[in-house]
């Protein structure tokens, strides 16, 4: 009776491919301690762009902007002109934007997009940041119903292209009705995700000098409103934004 031994597969038995792919999703530190194991894990992670753009991305505390089409060698030539930059504090260009509509105090910076209020609080006006001189930049915009005031906004764009935006309404009752309208950055429409593109926060007194603040972390939207002329305490809610259910 002969018995054989049937041999397992080995992570070198992989193609480079999916070495390389594999290499990816490991922190900086572990691929380098993986690639002093072996030779050719050291040559896969010194000679592929892919990683080098990844772990550089990661050294440098970058995220890739999903927005720019560009290949990995113009990636990584522009990786390293940023960090050259940083590390002697040179500005790569200058580039001056005029402002066509009276700002007001609501504004927000993410991901390469300035966001700005209108002083009459019904429009929100957007810019794409330039990557290099070349670059275009104009102006967008998201009219809201006129029936509604813009209070503020929370911004999830590359995570779900969500833009919640606070707004008032005035009622029959002289109360302000306050709601989170849930929209696709992209379109200024309702968000094709949520149950209901708008969320009931309260009904509120005016005047009030109370204000709301926002923010969204993956599926869950938070509220603080803090006290003002109608309210006597602060105010924390935690909705899950896509059901608009209320968590806390």
């Known amino acids: 009776m002969e018995i054989t031994h049937q041999r397992t597969a080995q992570l070198l038995d992989l193609p480079a491919e999916l070495i390389i792919?594999?290499?990816?999703?490991?922190?900086?530190?572990?691929?380098l301690a993986v690639s002093s194991v072996n030779v050719f894990l050291r040559t896969c992670l010194i000679t592929s762009r892919q990683l080098e753009f990844r772990f550089?991305?990661?050294?440098?505390?970058?995220?890739?902007?999903?927005?720019?089409?560009l290949g990995l060698d113009d990636r990584v030539r522009m990786l390293r002109r940023l960090e050259d930059g940083w590390h002697g504090f040179q500005v790569d260009f200058r580039r001056t934007l005029p402002i066509l509509h009276e700002p007001f105090g609501i504004y927000d910076l993410t991901g390469g997009i300035y966001l700005m209020g209108d002083l009459n609080q019904k429009v929100l006006h957007y810019c794409r940041l330039p990557s290099s001189a070349d670059d275009s930049v104009v102006w967008s915009r998201i009219d809201m119903d006129p029936s509604l005031t813009i209070v503020d906004v929370g911004l999830s764009i590359y995570e779900h292209d969500l833009i919640a935006v606070v707004t008032t309404m005035p009622t029959d009752t002289n109360l302000l009705k306050v709601?989170?309208?849930?929209?696709?950055?992209?379109?200024?429409?309702?968000?094709?995700?949520?149950?209901?593109?708008?969320?009931?926060?309260?009904?509120?007194f005016r005047p009030t000098a109370s204000s709301i603040g926002i923010e969204i972390a993956g599926e869950y939207l938070a509220l603080v409103t803090t006290p003002g002329l109608s309210e006597l305490t602060a105010r924390f809610c935690v909705y899950e934004w896509k059901t608009g259910t209320i968590v806390l």
């Open 21 to 31: 792919h594999i290499l990816s999703n490991l922190d900086f530190v572990d691929a």
């Open 179 to 204: 709601e989170v309208q849930l929209l696709e950055f992209s379109t200024g429409k309702p968000h094709p995700l949520v149950r209901n593109p708008v969320l009931f926060v309260r009904n509120t």
């Open 56 to 69: 550089a991305s990661q050294i440098a505390g970058v995220t890739d902007n999903l927005h720019r089409k």
